[in-house]
């Protein structure tokens, strides 16, 4: 009786140990596909309608923009607390002069927006 509760006690431990490993590496990173239906620009470099792989990573502040596996822009980004989850994934965009540029990005089910840095 006195191993089993030890074996059990173990394995517990471990489990939960684990458990918090995945949660604070899903905590450091955040990925998801958008889609843009017209050209937006990111910090200067254009996007073309599409569908992008887009990774945020918390501890650096740097937001990645990837299409078919290739890097195509990188910038600056902070996560900005929503008063409610996004219902949807959306991507937000500001005119400037004759372009849309990137402002921020809403994960579906998240309440924090990934904001790309105005410097």
Known sequence: MNSFLKRSVLVLAFCIASGVVVIADTAKTRNVSITIP???????????????RV?????SGELTVKKDGNVVAKTAARLEKRSEK???????TETKGDTQEL???????EDENIVVSQE
């Not at 017209?38 to 992008?52: A, C, Q, R």
């Not at 996004?86 to 937000?92: D, L």
Request: hydrophobic share 35%; no cysteine; net charge positive.
């Open 86 to 92: 996004a219902r949807q994934t959306a991507v937000t």
């Open 103 to 109: 402002v921020s990005i809403a994960i579906g089910g």
């Open 38 to 52: 017209e050209k937006i620009s990111i910090k200067g470099t254009v996007l073309k309608p599409g569908t992008y």
């Open 55 to 59: 990774r945020f990573d918390e501890q």
